[in-house]
C-alpha cells in the first residue's frame, strides 16, 4: 500500500510558467519534507513542515514555496520555472523528531519536472 | 557543511558481505547515524538507524564505533539487487535531514 503518494510522476512545464507538484501521505506523520535531487546528485533540503509550522533552508530560492492545507497533503509550488529547476522532487515523511528521539524518513517515489 | 564523509564509489562480489564507512567526526551526543539507500530513479528508502550499540535488522547491520565518530553499514549477503547508492546521515537538528553525497555500490556477479 503506498504511504507517500506524490503526482504526478512526470511533469512537463515551460520556462517561466507556474508549476504545482503534490504529495499526500496515510501515515498521519507530523512532518513533511520536500527534496530537489538533480542527475547525479543528493537529494537537497529545500523546505519541511512541522505540523503547521514551515522551515525554509536557507538557500532555498524565493521561486519555490509550500502549502501544507492539512496533515495529508503538501505541495510544492514554483512560481517561475527556469531551465535549471529540471530535477526529482521527492516528497518524504516522518513522525516529529524532538531531543534525543529518532524517526526514520519515508519517501515518495518522486516527480520529474522537465522545463522547457 | 555536510556531516559526513562517505567513499564515493564501490565494488562488491555478489554473495558476499559489503562494508560500507562513513565518516562523522562531529557527531553530538545525541545525534543519530541513520543509513538510507537510492535504487535508480527512486525514492530513497530507510535501511537503519543507530546512537550507540550495533544493530541489525532483515536489511543490514551497522556497526559504530565507541567514540561514535564512525560507523560501517554491513549488508552480509549483497545480491545484485542492491546495487544502490547508500546515504550516511547525521541529523542537523530536530526536523532536518540532509543528505551528503553518498557511496555508489555496484554489486557484481
Known amino acids: 500500500d503506498a504511504m507517500v503518494i506524490q503526482n504526478p510522476r512526470y511533469q512537463v512545464t515551460q520556462f517561466g510558467k507556474p508549476v504545482t507538484l503534490s504529495c499526500s501521505q496515510t501515515?498521519?506523520?507530523?512532518?513533511m519534507y520536500w527534496y530537489q535531487q538533480k542527475s547525479s546528485q543528493a537529494p537537497k533540503l529545500l523546505f519541511h513542515y512541522y505540523d503547521k509550522d514551515f522551515n525554509n533552508e536557507a538557500d532555498t530560492p524565493d521561486n519555490f514555496q509550500s502549502r501544507r492545507p492539512n496533515t495529508s497533503f503538501c505541495f510544492l509550488d514554483i512560481r517561475s520555472p527556469g531551465l535549471g529547476d529540471a530535477a526529482m522532487y521527492l516528497c518524504a515523511t516522518s513522525r516529529a523528531i524532538r531531543s534525543g528521539g529518532s524517526y526514520e524518513q519515508y519517501f515518495g517515489p518522486g516527480t520529474r519536472l522537465t522545463v522547457t | 557543511d555536510a556531516k559526513t564523509t562517505q567513499p564515493p564509489s564501490m565494488d562488491c562480489a555478489e554473495g558476499r558481505a559489503a562494508n560500507l564507512p562513513c565518516n562523522h567526526s562531529?557527531?553530538?551526543?545525541?545525534?543519530?547515524v541513520y543509513w538510507y539507500r537510492q535504487i535508480h530513479s527512486q525514492g530513497p528508502q530507510y535501511i537503519i538507524h543507530g546512537l550507540k550499540n550495533n544493530e541489525t535488522n532483515e536489511m543490514a547491520s551497522l556497526i559504530i564505533t565507541e567514540d561514535r565518530k564512525s560507523s560501517t553499514l554491513i549488508l552480509p549477503h549483497a545480491t545484485l539487487r542492491d546495487t544502490a547508492v547508500y546515504y550516511c546521515?547525521?541529523?542537523?537538528?530536530?526536523?532536518?535531514?540532509?543528505f551528503g553525497a553518498g557511496t555508489r555500490l555496484t554489486v557484481k556477479p
Open positions: 501515515l498521519n506523520h507530523n512532518v
Open positions: 546521515i547525521v541529523r542537523v537538528r530536530d526536523n532536518d535531514m540532509r
Open positions: 562531529t557527531i553530538s551526543g545525541n545525534e543519530y
